[in-house]
């Protein structure tokens, strides 16, 4: 990897809100008695809705093995529910109960607000740079470590 002395200090603001935005999870994982892989599970599931027990292994980057032991815990916490999917009743997917879904917003909150008043403070031109960069940045964070 480029020497840190080399990367443009955009580069390493992004770096650090990523460290920091890791942190924040490590930080509502505790304050919601999980562990950081459980709160992100509870996350991908929040953000992008029901969804197979493999295809949330597969978006958290753990086997299939893992994924189940993870959904099994958070089944027994009540943080989430196997339930028959409407399309195809075949198959169970999981969706996050409205306990956890009530905690984790509780969690987050505070600092979506504060975030959301950071960008409230920009104009226009700046909200549509942001959002443009911001856009960007996390297609290459999805793209990398994956193959091509």
């Given at each position: 990897?480029?020497?840190?002395?080399?990367?443009?200090?955009?580069?390493?603001?992004?770096?650090?809100?990523?460290?920091?935005?890791?942190?924040?999870?490590?930080?509502?994982?505790?304050?919601?008695?999980?562990?950081?892989?459980?709160?992100?599970?509870?996350?991908?599931?929040?953000?992008?809705?029901?969804?197979?027990?493999?295809?949330?292994?597969?978006?958290?980057?753990?086997?299939?093995?893992?994924?189940?032991?993870?959904?099994?815990?958070?089944?027994?916490a009540g943080h989430v529910e196997?339930?028959?999917?409407?399309?195809?009743?075949?198959?169970?997917?999981?969706?996050?109960?409205?306990?956890?879904?009530a905690a984790s917003s509780a969690?987050?909150?505070?600092?979506?607000?504060?975030?959301?008043?950071?960008?409230?403070?920009?104009?226009?031109?700046?909200?549509?740079?942001?959002?443009?960069?911001?856009?960007?940045?996390?297609?290459?964070?999805?793209?990398?470590?994956?193959?091509?």
């Amino acid at each position: 990897m480029a020497d840190l002395d080399e990367l443009d200090a955009t580069t390493l603001a992004v770096r650090d809100l990523i460290a920091a935005s890791r942190e924040l999870v490590g930080r509502m994982a505790r304050v919601m008695d999980m562990n950081a892989t459980d709160m992100s599970a509870i996350g991908e599931l929040t953000q992008h809705g029901s969804m197979g027990t493999a295809d949330l292994g597969r978006r958290l980057g753990i086997s299939s093995a893992s994924a189940t032991v993870l959904v099994d815990r958070l089944e027994r916490a009540g943080h989430v529910e196997r339930v028959r999917d409407t399309a195809d009743r075949r198959r169970v997917v999981l969706t996050v109960t409205e306990a956890a879904r009530a905690a984790s917003s509780a969690a987050w909150l505070p600092a979506v607000r504060e975030i959301d008043e950071v960008c409230r403070t920009l104009g226009d031109a700046e909200k549509a740079f942001a959002h443009d960069l911001l856009t960007r940045l996390t297609a290459a964070v999805d793209r990398s470590g994956r193959p091509a």
